[in-house]
Every structure is written in C-alpha cells, then in structure tokens.
C-alpha cells in the first residue's frame, strides 16, 4: 500500500498561483504511475496531470500550459505548480498512485484531497 499526503492548497485570487506537493510512502517501489486529479462540487472526478506508467507526462486540455507537474524522487514527492489561475479550477485536489500487484490486479491509492480555490 501507498500512503499519500497533499499540501498546498488554499484561497487564491483570479490569475494567481499555487504549488501542491504530495508526499509517498510505503510500497513506492510499486508505482507505476502518479499524478493529481480533482472534483468540483456535482462533477465527477477528472485526471489533470499525471506521469504515467509508459513515461510521458499527461495533461487535461484545461490546464495545459498553466500547469506544470513536477517530482522530486530523492524525497517521493510529486509536485503541482499550478499558474494563472481561474474560477473553474476551484476543487478538491488529490494525489492518485497507480500499482500493479502481481497478479497484474489495479490498485489506486489516494490522498485526503486539497482545498483550492480560486475566487476574488
């Protein structure tokens, strides 16, 4: 199992900017691939930026150029710089890892969610 952990979020103004972190713990050597992904009140879950398991980083179409995702593998942290903000990005932001036991079995694995939101 993974154990993640986010910081980072808050109130911030149209335009603005913020940097989410997410801290790994546990069975890391099992990643296969980790990102954020985020719900907005009445909206399903969606994917914003991950690496994924082939190498490539993914962006939703929404943040591209806006977000950068980031990671630090000296301290299993992965990083979310998110720049000109907007009302639409306001959300509960979660780290996600993806492993494989196995049996070749998916498992996810889950922070506790950050606040971020975007208002004037």
């Known amino acids: 199992q993974v154990q993640l952990v986010e910081s980072g979020g808050g109130l911030v103004q149209p335009g603005g900017s913020l940097r989410l972190s997410c801290a790994a713990s546990?069975?890391?050597?099992?990643?296969?691939?980790m990102g954020w992904y985020r719900q907005a009140p009445g909206k399903q879950r969606e994917l914003v930026a991950a690496?994924?398991?082939?190498?490539?980083?993914d962006y939703a179409d929404s943040v591209t150029g806006r977000f950068t995702i980031s990671r630090d593998n000296a301290k299993n942290t992965v990083y979310l710089q998110m720049a000109s903000l907007k009302p639409g990005d306001t959300a509960v932001y979660y780290c996600?890892?993806?492993?494989?036991?196995?049996?070749?079995?998916?498992?996810?694995?889950w922070g506790q969610g950050t606040q971020v939101t975007v208002s004037s």
């Open positions: 996600n890892a993806t492993r494989y036991n196995y049996y070749n079995i998916r498992f996810d694995d």
């Open positions: 546990g069975s890391i050597f099992s990643i296969s691939a």
């Open positions: 690496f994924t398991s082939g190498g490539r980083t």
